[in-house]
Every structure is written in C-alpha cells, then in structure tokens.
C-alpha cells in the first residue's frame, strides 16, 4: 500500500523507505535512462516561506526527470497568498499540477494541504515541525557514504533540542537495527525527553556529551549542525560555550578514518572551511544525494497517481488546537482532529501536546 | 482573418472565439496529443503587477504544450521596469519570446505592447480595463457545464459597477442568442449605464435585484464577484448590506438543481465554505477549464504568426488622453489616437470617454 | 585549449573567440537543429543582484537549446545569499547544474566561484568590474551587421570613465587589426588613461572629442552609453552638458550611410525615440544577436566539460586586497592571489592595483 502524500516520513513502512532509497541508487548510476519519465508532468512548488535551496533541490530533481515547474517562493511575493485560504490555492494548483511541493511557516500545513488537493502532497518543511525529504536525503547519504543504515554509532551536534532534522533523522534511524546515538550539547539544547523514550523504546542506547572533542572519536558518522545565538542566556554564554560545538581540523585529527560528517546546511561557522577539504567531509555531496532522493520520490510519489480529492475527515471535536503556530490557527474551515493517546490528547495537524482541561472547553 | 495580438475579446469574431473553445475542448479530451505541440517555442511573462494564479494558469498552459517560460512576475523584484519604457521591453523581449503575454497597472499597456512586439501579445490585464483570457475561461466553463452559451439566464451578483470580469463577460454573452441576465447588487454598484444600453441594444433582457436569497431561483448561472469594503461609504454600510451577497448553504437551497456557480476567485467571503462540497459549486473546475482555454489560446496565436513588427499607426491629433490610468499618461512616444463616435471622442488605449472640449486644448 | 570557466574574454585567445562568434552564426542560420542540444541539461543562474535583462538572455539561450533552468534573481528575495558563504552555495548549486552564470555586486566574484564549482562558470558581471558576455554579443552585432571585426572606425559616446561594457569592447577590438576609435565624452567621464596606453601599444589609433555632433560623420560605428546624472558635479552641470551626448534624428543626419548604432541596453534618454525607427539603429537586434552568442557560449562551455572541481591555488601572499568592492573583503576564506607586474602588485580577483606598500602590511 502507497503513501498518497508524502507529510511525515513516519507515515512510510520501512520497505516503503528502502523502496524509494533502492530506486535512488538506480537513478544516481544511470540518469540518461530517466531524462524524460516526467515528461509532460508538472510539478507545483508552493514556498511560502523562502528556502531557495529546497526549492533549487526540488527543481533540479524534476527538471533532471523531464518534467516541468510552477510556482512561487515567496509570499512577499506572491499576490497568491494573500486574501487567499490556503484550500483554494492548493485545490486550484492541483487543478493544474501533478505534484504539489508545499513549505509552509505554520506547523501541519502540509497535512492540511494534503485534505484539498488532487494531486500528491510533498511537505518541503511545515515551520518547525517536519521536513521528511532532508531526513530521506540524510538516509542516502549514509546508505551510500557508509554502505548500510544499520549498526551506526551516530554523533548528533549542536542544538538538539530545537533541530527538526536531527529529530526526524533519530526517529527513523531507531527502525533500523543496532542504531547509537552520542548526543553532543549543552544541557539547555539537549535532546527533548520524549524522543530519548522513543530511543529507548526501539531498544538503542544513547549516550550525551558535552564536548564534540571528548565524543568525535566514538562515532560512525557525525551530523553537525547550526548553534544558533539566540538559543542562548545571553552573548557571553554564547561565546563560552560554541567552540565546544565546532569542528575544526584539530578536533577531526581525533576522529576515525571511516567517519563521515553530514551537515543540512546552510552552515554558519560551526564547521571550519579547513574541514571542507577532507575526504570524510561528506556535507557537499549529501546534496547530490538529496537530489537523486528527491528524484526517486517524485517518481515513486506519481507512478499510478490519480488525479482526486480524498474524503475528508470529520471534525472529531468542537476543541481548537492550542499550539498557536498551528495552521488550525488561521484556517478556520479545516477540520478539527485529535488523536488521544496514554500520553494525552494531540492535535492532528501539529502533533502538538493539548493542555489538560483546555481542549474541552473550545473557543 | 485572424487576430494577431488578443488585446480585447471583441476583437475576435464570434467565429474565432468559437474556433478556440472548440480547440480548448479537443485538447482537454486528449492532452497527450499536444504535449509537444509547443516544442522550442517560448512565451514570455511580463507582470508589471503581481497576479500568480493568472501567471500560473499561463506558465501551466504552455508548459503543457511542451513550449518554454521566461519573464518576471513582480516590478519591485525586476530591474526590467526600473529605468527603460513599455517599448524598449516589449520589443527586446519579443526577440527571444514567440508569444509575449503582458499584465500591468496601467490601462491600455496591452494594446501600446502590440505596437511594438514582434510576436503576438495577449492581455493579461491591464488595470481595470480588460481580461481577456478571464472571459474565454468563463466561456468554457459555460460550455462544459450547461453544454451551451446561448439561451442562458445568467445572475452577476457583487461588484457590478467596477467588476471588469462582469463587463467583458455580459459584453460577449450578448454575442450569443437569448443571453438573459439577472443583475444582483446595490444601487451604488450597479452595472454602468452603458452597458445596459448594450445590453438592450442586443435585444438581451435585464432585471435587476437587491437580494441573492430573492433572486437565485430564477438563473441558470450564478456568476459571483468579491464585494469589496473600500467600495462602501461606511464599515457600517458594508456590514449591513453584504449579507445580501453572500452565498451560503442556505440560501443554495432556493437554487435549481441545474445551477452552476462561477467565480473569477480568489474568493474572500461572499462564498461560505461550505459551498465547495456542493456540485453545483464549479469554481475550481473553472479554472482548469482556464487553463485549457489558455492552451487552445496560445496555438491558435501561433499558427502560423511570423516574428514581425506592424505598421504602427500615425498619432491622429496632438491631443492627450485625460484619463490619468492611461498607459500614454507615462509613455510619450506612443502615438496619440482617438476614435470619434457618435457618443463623442474616446481612447483607443484606454476606451476613455474624452471630456468635451477639454481634448481640444491638448497639452 | 579551451578555457573552462568563462571570467574575464582576455582569458580566451582569438581563435577561441572566433570559434565561438562562427558557432552563433550556424546557430543563428538554423536554430531547429539546435533545439534539443542540451536535452537534460541544467543551467543555474545565481543574480545576486537583480538584471532581469541578462538573465531572461541567458534563460531564452538555454531554453532554445533545449536545456532547462534553475536559479535565483534578488538577493532579498532569496535565502541563499543569507547567512551562506558564497562557496557553499556555489559548491552545492554546481551539484545539480551542468553550467554556473553568477552575477554579483562585488569584483571578482566569478573568478572565485570558479575556484570552487564542479561546473563551467560564466560571468555575467561582476560589480563594475567585467561582463565577458556583453562585449561577445557586441561582438557578433558588429560582425552580422558590419561584415567584419577589423578596420572599423568605431565611436564611444557617453560615461567612457566608468562604462565597463565600453573598456572591454575596447580591449577586444585592440586585438583585431585596424581598429580606430572616436572618444566622445567630458573631459571628466573621458577614458582612463591605462586603456588609452594599451590602445597605443596595440598600435591602434584614438581621438578624443567632446561633441557628438562634431564626431558622428566620423564613424562606421556608435557605441552609446548612458551619461548618468549623479557623475557630474552638479545637476546644472548635467543639464548644460547632456545635449552633447544625446543622439537625435538632427544629429544622425551627418551620419554615414552605413553607420550602425549599438547600445548595451537600457537606454533612458540617450537615444531619442524617433532614432528607433532608422535602419541604421541596431540596438534592439543586438539583444537578439546576444541571445544567439550565448547559445554558442553555452554549447561551446558544455562541449567535454566534466563535472569535477579544479585544483585550488595557494595564497602567495598573507595581504589582504585593498579594493573595498572586491569579493575578498567579505568571502575570508579565498585564498589571497596577487600578480605582480612591471606597474605594480594587482589582485588576482578584482584587478585592483595595490597600494605601493600598503599591500606590505597586511592587515
């Protein structure tokens, strides 16, 4: 059974991952043979927020497969988003794509997106919330740079507490057997709590560090990345403490030989264009590679695609979501969806934890 | 005879509009068939004024058809705008573009393009003069969904008075036989004198309404419009009055079974959400019936166009147009032309009544 | 040997020059056979500054042959150009494209991008700096409408002080026997004196003169270029001298029946609009003689280019240039390239002279 739209990479099964990552590794051996699968398709990229690298990745992936582009990247921009719901553009834009593309700053955009449009929904990013094609990229690049996704010993550095990637990135690599994790941070930017569960859960050890120093000789595979300022108390604890969160070529003498070292990117200056230049830097290429998954996606997301709308769900409660950064917030016609688990009850759309009491009383 | 440049839908011979809606239609059964229709062709998107969907509904158009896209979509992004005239553009860009399609501010710019444009110009808007492309849209959408243009009694509800979509659509709907039309607003936006004077002049009835829940049981078409505040005296008038076109589940229960409702969009409020999920509710499908209008469009101006610049006409009076959204208001090498008429002196940018006299005078 | 990146034309010998302008002519003569060229090709144009000219040039030449196009066009608009070094984004760009055209307010900056991009580079301005592609499209106007690179007279009209189209023409030209020039500017905008010398030394003729008037019947060809306000001392100043540099039908008159008159686009009031309509106005065809050239340029950059990253040079100095437009005084990590020659120590990115000793300190 096939995912319709792409929003959480935990709505695939784990053969659906290693399906798309299998047919990546055919595309990125002979890319003539599918110069022209997407011929006449058309894909839309909705950005409603800037990201010209997602946005050039997703392009690239498309145009490399015969097909073609829509779209905007910007809602400064755009006279798209304004006076407009987000229904009817993405119930219009599918009218006219293929593949929908969507990058939205509020969190749930894209499952919300998913409830109107014809055509399969891609979540480019849904504000701090998930981006599950960085997390594909991340998985072929190690499938690739290491050779397996089992059985690694994976160092996460920087803020950890607030880095959507690095969770989206422990969370599926928990799937896989053997997994260990080094988390490398300050106590204020640790890993939050219910994902250091979920590792527990999946029965994989984690360890937490203070200092990529005293971790980098430990690990398969480092995934660096930004320590942004305003995390911090104040500047001075800011400059006490980022140099434990750099990676110099002093600190790589103490590394493996094996090691690979992965970054989203953009960096800022948390790894030293010294670096750059060492083979197990692996941070430029890992855009190739999320190229070459993005291509493997579209294909997988279109092949057998219809265009139709799926029956939407019904409002399962006259509660409205509390997260504010929720697009429940501004769409008002979007249905109200929560799922109640031990843990407590989650908005649909966000994930966001309800607050006791104050979902029942609606507003 | 075919048009070379579709500046005004009464341009065309109501041959020629037919000729388009029936390419439109063969396209839309057999997309495949055209996909490369456009192959190595080029069209060119000049938006002095931002409107995405209409520039997307273009971009998905030719990309369809396996032709290419370059342009600018905004004159605070583009350096195009900064510094050079109408002219200099229009006639670089039409050296690399096959068809040139232009959207700007200023009324009449589409017909002054036309001048000197080597490839054909279409209208995408100029100011609140005409939308050519808009009106062939709402055409298909009639045609697809009641299966005929003549003999339809048609409801405009909303902004009659400045609505441009409404004027250029009752203006050809007249073209056809037993077109009857229910006009649906407040007096102070009622559709302009002229235009019912055209209407009678055609042996088309009219009547004329205050209230959408009154009228809505007597037309086969409801084609609704946004009502914009800024149009009212007060907030408190707008407040007071706009429930009266508001189109909401209880008030389509009063509608026949075979009623469509049309819309331009973006819709703000006048159609409540809960619309949608009625079939009778076509405005989303209108706009894919747009794009393919815009396909059947786009081949029908390039067969067999040559890359040529037109005689452009001699200025026939050293007057200037005193209507100051006139696109010669801002271009001065445009020849100055009027058309006298039995109804006095008018543009032949811009379609501006002269005031009496006052052309005499020049500038 | 065929250069690999396209920075600066002094870079390519004759040869590769002609090379190029006999490949736009086959080009120009059959452009069916080129369609598809570079099917499965990908062009990224990095703007970071807004040239919407240049860009839809390069975009059209692609398009034409069949390649595709990715990029962006503002850096406001963008979140490349934010908190991104310029290597990271040229490295990660050139993963996805076969062929990198920068354009950027500060000196040098192709040449660095060069250093660090898998695929060609070509300069599409760097500051005020070099613009190799205007001077081929002048290039190949004056070869399609003169017959011939040599032994022409050639007029300079306007800012000669600061008009980097106008030195590089200029450079070019020097290489081809029988050059003349016709220097027609304010002695305050007149050309600099280094070029002056190399004119000499390529034992080529000039002349200098402060009237278009006076210089017009002179000339088998006329470069104008905008005379731009802010460079003279005062508005008054400005209004008393412009008169002299603005080409009119009065002024033509005295011209050569073969004269062809060119211009780098755009004009503001330079070239009076009645000029438009003489034969011997080229300037609008030049842009489509440009369009031509850069397909060349395109297929002659793709043809046996491997994607691959060069060799980079070591600093050979640890001075910092001094040339505060220069893109090593924001990009830290280049390395710091220096040529010295018999008139002194030049930076290798921006051409800059170095101050005598200033560049002995470093900083």
């Known amino acids: 059974m096939k995912t319709r739209h792409l929003i959480d990479l935990d709505d695939l099964s784990l053969d659906e991952i290693n399906q798309i990552l299998d047919l990546a590794k055919v595309i990125m051996a002979h890319p003539p043979y599918y110069l022209d699968s997407c011929h006449g398709k058309l894909m839309a990229t909705l950005f409603y927020e800037p990201s010209t690298r997602t946005q050039m990745s997703f392009q690239s992936a498309m145009l490399k497969l015969g097909g073609q582009v829509i779209g905007f990247d910007n809602p400064g921009n755009s006279s798209v988003s304004k006076g407009e719901s987000l229904k009817d553009t993405v119930r219009v834009v599918s009218n006219y794509a293929d593949v929908v593309v969507i990058r939205h700053p509020k969190e749930g955009t894209a499952k919300a997106a998913g409830m109107f449009s014809r055509a399969p929904v891609i979540n480019a990013g849904d504000g701090g919330h998930l981006h599950p094609t960085q997390t594909l990229t991340d998985l072929f690049t190690l499938l690739n740079t290491k050779g397996r996704l089992d059985h690694l010993a994976v160092g996460f550095c920087g803020d950890l507490k607030n880095g959507r990637t690095v969770h989206s990135l422990i969370k599926t690599l928990i799937r896989y057997p053997g997994s260990r994790f080094i988390l490398i941070s300050t106590p204020e930017l640790a890993l939050p709590d219910y994902l250091k569960d979920l590792v527990r859960a999946a029965g994989c050890d984690y360890t ?118 929720c697009i429940t917030s501004t769409e008002s016609y979007l249905p109200r969806l929560f799922k109640k688990t031990d843990g407590g009850l989650f908005c649909e759309y966000c994930d966001a934890a309800q607050p006791a009491g104050g979902g029942e009383e609606g507003r």
């Open 208 to 325: 937490e560090c203070a200092s990529l120093y005293d971790a980098i000789g430990d690990v398969d595979v480092l995934y660096m990345t930004r320590i942004q300022q305003e995390r911090f108390a104040s500047r001075e604890e800011y400059e006490k403490q980022k140099g434990a969160f750099v990676l110099d070529t002093e600190t790589l003498k103490r590394a493996r030989y094996g090691l690979k070292i992965l970054h989203p990117l953009p960096r800022v200056d948390e790894i030293d264009y010294a670096v750059d230049d060492d083979p197990r830097a692996v941070y430029f290429e890992q855009t190739e590679y999320g190229m070459f998954a993005r291509m493997a996606l579209i294909l997988h997301m279109l092949d057998g695609s219809k265009k139709q709308l799926d029956a939407r769900p019904e409002s399962n409660t006259p509660h409205r979501c509390a997260n504010p950064r």
